[in-house]
């Protein structure tokens, strides 16, 4: 069965080495985004009481905001997910070594279905590469 490994990361400076650490362990594919949590935007807003639960953009913008990164790859086995757990303990056993609670959440996820996708137009690219009609 394919899982999500997902990772959530307080300090952006970590990222490369995470990178890094989960293509050497095998991740197929490896997506990162930037991310911020409500307990986030409510610190670095200065302790506002008028952050709204469901902040519009105007509120996030008008923040100083701390941001996240959050790096997630599908899996095809529980054997790739060991090796992404380890690859990380590995990498955070050296980082922030005195404040370790505070580096980051790592969790999986079952994936019932996944499916890659291409465009018709990129189909078509390819269909004419191999000399066929699209």
Known sequence: ????VMLIMTNPDHCMDMLEAWDRAGA??????ETTGLNTLRKSAGVRDDLPLMPSLADIFRANEEHHRTMFSVVDDEAQVDRLLKATEVVFAGLDAENRENSGVL???????????ITSRERAKVDRAKGQRP
């Open 28 to 33: 197929p594919g490896i997506t990162l985004i």
């Open 107 to 117: 969790f999986v996820l079952p994936v019932s279905d996944s499916r890659k996708f």
């Open 1 to 4: 069965m394919k899982h999500m």
